[in-house]
């Protein structure tokens, strides 16, 4: 049976990460037959400002986020605003965009999931059960290109697990599996995403003064 106080406690923990503290996420998947990039995505939220960075072999992507605002850099690119990548006809930098655009950081995710998390239950500082398919389709597709066609998800399905530590929360694990089925072609996925929560009130963001204005 699921422990009735399991959400009230991941919600408490979430909410004492407040809104400053950085993160890196890892994403694996070593039976699927679509490209994953193994190599660490690292976030960090302060004053209402998301920065993440991620370092791939083709370069470094550098993506500024403010509520729905956004602003990207890619490796010898100058920035660009999302809304000017949504108006171009740049796949990439839409596609960066629309995956990114909203993001509210790992925090807010893992309260959302607990929600979606059938059975949640504790023992110890460790919280999990089995996600929802609604929350495992989540995981597995963020949003449709941008004419709004969404793929076809089968067999979405998954699990979750929150560890606390000192009454905050510091890490999640998400396992996942499902085929998805878009432009006539069909994927198997089955990723392992894994988010380390640190430097909880000392995170720092710098926001380049031409970007500031695509923001603020």
Same mark, same amino acid.
């Given at each position: 049976?699921?422990?009735?106080?399991?959400?009230?406690?991941?919600?408490?923990?979430?909410?004492?990460?407040?809104?400053?503290?950085?993160?890196?996420?890892?994403?694996?998947?070593?039976?699927?037959?679509?490209?994953?990039?193994?190599?660490?995505?690292?976030?960090?939220?302060?004053?209402?400002?998301?920065?993440?960075?991620?370092?791939?072999?083709?370069?470094?992507?550098?993506?500024?986020?403010?509520?729905?605002?956004?602003?990207?850099?890619?490796?010898?690119?100058?920035?660009?605003?999302?809304?000017?990548?949504?108006?171009?006809?740049?796949?990439?930098?839409?596609?960066?965009?629309?995956?990114?655009? !909203?993001?509210?950081?790992? +925090?807010?995710?893992?309260?959302?999931?607990?929600?979606?998390?059938?059975?949640?239950?504790?023992?110890?500082?460790?919280?999990?059960?089995?996600?929802?398919?609604?929350?495992?389709?989540?995981?597995?597709?963020?949003?449709?290109?941008?004419?709004?066609?969404?793929?076809?998800?089968?067999? +979405?399905?998954?699990?979750?697990?929150?560890?606390?530590? !000192?009454?905050?929360?510091?890490?999640?694990?998400?396992?996942?599996?499902?085929?998805?089925?878009?432009?006539?072609?069909?994927?198997?996925?089955?990723?392992?995403?894994?988010?380390?929560?640190?430097?909880?009130?000392?995170?720092?963001?710098?926001?380049?003064?031409?970007?500031?204005?695509?923001?603020?």
């Amino acid at each position: 049976a699921a422990d009735a106080g399991a959400i009230n406690d991941l919600r408490a923990a979430v909410g004492r990460l407040g809104d400053n503290y950085s993160w890196r996420v890892t994403c694996r998947d070593p039976v699927s037959n679509a490209a994953v990039d193994p190599v660490p995505t690292d976030g960090m939220l302060a004053n209402g400002t998301i920065s993440i960075c991620m370092k791939r072999r083709e370069g470094t992507t550098e993506i500024l986020l403010r509520g729905a605002k956004g602003v990207v850099k890619r490796s010898s690119k100058a920035w660009e605003s999302f809304l000017a990548l949504e108006r171009g006809d740049d796949f990439a930098g839409v596609f960066i965009a629309r995956v990114w655009q !909203g993001y509210k950081g790992p +925090a807010v995710q893992a309260a959302e999931l607990a929600e979606q998390t059938k059975g949640l239950a504790r023992r110890g500082d460790l919280y999990s059960g089995d996600l929802t398919e609604a929350g495992a389709r989540s995981l597995l597709w963020f949003r449709g290109p941008r004419d709004g066609e969404d793929p076809i998800i089968r067999g +979405a399905k998954g699990s979750a697990k929150f560890w606390l530590k !000192g009454g905050q929360l510091w890490k999640s694990e998400y396992k996942v599996q499902g085929a998805i089925i878009f432009g006539g072609r069909e994927s198997t996925n089955s990723p392992t995403i894994t988010v380390e929560i640190k430097n909880v009130g000392s995170t720092r963001v710098d926001v380049p003064v031409v970007a500031k204005s695509s923001l603020f």
